[in-house]
């Protein structure tokens, strides 16, 4: 309704928390899923934001189900069931309330349908994918092909780590340019890597590296030809290979150590990784195939060149010259043999490439350079969906008690979708007629100034990690609707609760005004309300409004200043508000915990 807001454009570029819906199949904590670039992506965006993965369970249901209908051992392909995850995932992003939805998989997103802001996020797509990988099927490749460009159309943004796939994206997908960003990933490492030593390699022999966990693709045979090229022409050193092994048996040499797998969730081998990266002089990956190449990136962090085939987007990671080489696919080892030596037997030249090769991690391969970027660009599409709106908001305050007035202007500071008003409260011997005398004040202020809805707020309340404004605005609109003339944020008692939104709640009496949204159409109610001295705010307004509800998970509590001004047991025991909040919490989820139970359909599939 026009009558709920007095709208305003605002552009917030300030950071703020953010509830983001994480779309994947895969496990973002699985520190070895994707290469572990999916762990880091999803850590990194909760440094900023309150992050949720969405699609665990959906994807594991399905997977369920398609083993118990099919158990003739037909392949389960996700592809086939993306109507189906469609339908899920957007009705699942109706019952919350996020900002941003970032997804990795376009058999996730092809079919949602959500008012929410989408963000595709990948290193390649389909048509690159298939070019190496050259699937048999047709009618599942003809499937894959349409779920890309539904995914890469449906996006609002895309995010992809090389140039390479997003002319992909333009060129097979007509994606518009506009909408494509592309942000390099960074090194999958934990711990912060010092500045590598640049000794002179002269007299030591030179330490080689391969990583790869797919031998043939990553191009092992290569590197063994590489190694032994070297060998045979007298030129000293040693050759390391960690993530898979070679199909065939090697004779023995002390030179060729083999790790085929080295688990970086693991403490120890995180320490053996360390310790074989600050030994290594050269990163060697011939690679086939690769959208971008981590290995590459954890290379200079540890100052280490590499050099590795220009094919994918490899080129996006080595800068010829800066922090490696690149060479033709079909490159003989010799080539890479002499870059090698020649390298390394030129010190000024290898010490130089060091130097680069860490400067190119700590300018824009790392994930802390991602999230710095990222978080603009989700930042700046999230403010463009945001609705436009300011709600006034008259808070209570004793002037003398200037530590919960620097209190509350700091919890709304930065909060662009409020109209701050500072009200002095009234005072009287009784704390609660000293409230109620405040709030009619204030809406007596309100009608003057002909506001429809407002907040009413004291100077103990604070945001909880639940608030955002677009929950706040999407509950107060809804709220109206339903006919509520009060609305809180947070309550500290309550006797029975039922469902009126998935995130809201019809209460029949509340305790804490703290923050509580009120219609004009209960006005004139308190208004004319004769309180006695014997009354509380609280049980007056539980008593007037014929229908209150509440926000669960509430965005607003009480902060515990070790004194009451209104409430004198929380006077006489201190911490007993803190207590009160949690016994509410703790009774609404369970209501909001047998409310889903009791939506589950029995036949769910």
């Known amino acids: 309704p026009n009558l709920l807001f007095r709208y305003v454009f605002i552009l917030d570029e300030t950071s703020r928390i953010m509830n983001i819906a994480f779309l994947s199949s895969l496990n973002p904590y699985d520190r070895n899923s994707w290469s572990g670039t999916l762990n880091y992506l999803y850590t990194s965006l909760q440094k900023k934001h309150r992050v949720i993965w969405v699609g665990k369970t959906i994807f594991s249901d399905i997977l369920a189900f398609h083993k118990a209908n099919f158990k003739n051992g037909e392949m389960f392909f996700p592809e086939n069931y993306a109507l189906l995850f469609g339908k899920l995932i957007s009705d699942l992003l109706k019952k919350e309330c996020y900002d941003v939805v970032i997804c990795r998989d376009y058999f996730f997103s092809a079919y949602l349908v959500s008012d929410v802001p989408l963000i595709y996020i990948g290193d390649t797509t389909f048509h690159l994918f298939n070019q190496y990988m050259n699937w048999h099927d047709e009618s ?256 209570i305050n004793m002037k003398e008690r200037v530590e919960r007035k620097q209190h509350i202007i700091k919890e709304f500071d930065n909060k662009e979708e409020f109209e701050l008003n500072l009200v002095e409260a009234s005072v009287h011997p009784i704390g609660a007629v000293g409230l109620w005398n405040s709030m009619i004040k204030i809406i007596k202020m309100a009608k003057e100034k002909g506001d429809d809805i407002i907040v009413i707020c004291e100077d103990d309340h604070y945001f909880t990690e639940n608030y955002s404004p677009k929950l706040l605005f999407k509950e107060v609109t809804e709220a109206y609707i339903q006919g509520a003339e009060v609305l809180s944020g947070g309550i500290g008692g309550f006797g029975q609760a039922i469902p009126a939104g998935y995130h809201r709640y019809k209460v029949d009496w509340f305790w804490c005004t703290q923050f509580i949204v009120v219609y004009n159409r209960f006005f004139d109610k308190m208004l004319d309300y004769s309180f006695q001295d014997t009354d509380t705010a609280d049980g007056v307004i539980s008593k007037l409004a014929t229908n209150k509800m509440v926000i669960y998970p509430f965005i607003s509590e009480q902060k515990d200043f070790g004194y009451s001004d209104v409430t004198q047991s929380n006077m006489e025991q201190q911490g007993k508000i803190r207590e009160h909040f949690a016994k509410a919490n703790k009774r609404m989820e369970f209501v909001s915990q047998s409310n889903i139970q009791s939506n589950i359909p029995k036949n769910y599939f």
């Not at 943004?157 to 518009?176: L, P, R």
């Not at 290594?280 to 962090?301: K, M, N, Q, W, Y």
């Not at 590499?306 to 010799?334: P, R």
């Open 140 to 395: 599942l490749t003809k499937l894959a092909e349409q779920l890309e460009s539904l995914a890469i159309q449906k996006a609002d943004k895309i995010i992809y780590c090389s140039e390479w796939a997003k002319q992909s994206a333009m060129q097979d997908y007509n994606a518009d340019a506009e909408k494509i960003e592309v942000v390099e990933f960074g090194a999958n490492i934990i711990e912060n890597i010092p500045v590598p030593d640049n000794v002179s390699p002269i007299n030591t022999p030179c330490n080689l590296l391969f990583i790869g966990r797919n031998w043939n693709m990553k191009g092992g045979n290569k590197v063994l030809e590489i190694y032994h090229n070297l060998k045979g022409r007298g030129f000293q050193c040693t050759l390391t290979m960690i993530g898979s092994e070679p199909p065939m048996s090697l004779p023995n040499d002390p030179n060729i150590e083999i790790y085929p797998f080295i688990d970086k969730a693991n403490p120890n081998d995180r320490l053996k990784f360390h310790e074989i990266l600050t030994r290594s002089h050269f990163l060697v990956l011939p690679t086939r195939f690769d959208c971008f190449g981590i290995a590459f990136c954890e290379a200079c962090a540890y100052g280490i060149p590499s050099l590795g085939s220009n094919v994918g987007g490899v080129s996006q990671v080595i800068k010829e010259g800066e922090n490696g080489f690149l060479f033709n696919i079909d490159a003989s080892a010799l080539e890479y043999a002499d870059k090698i030596k020649d390298t390394f037997n030129t010190p000024a030249t290898y010490s130089q490439l060091r130097k680069t090769a860490r400067k190119n991690f700590e300018e824009r391969l790392n994930w802390n350079r991602w999230l710095d970027k990222s978080n603009k660009i989700i930042e700046r599409l999230a403010s463009e969906h945001q609705p436009d709106f300011y709600l006034p908001v008259y808070v």
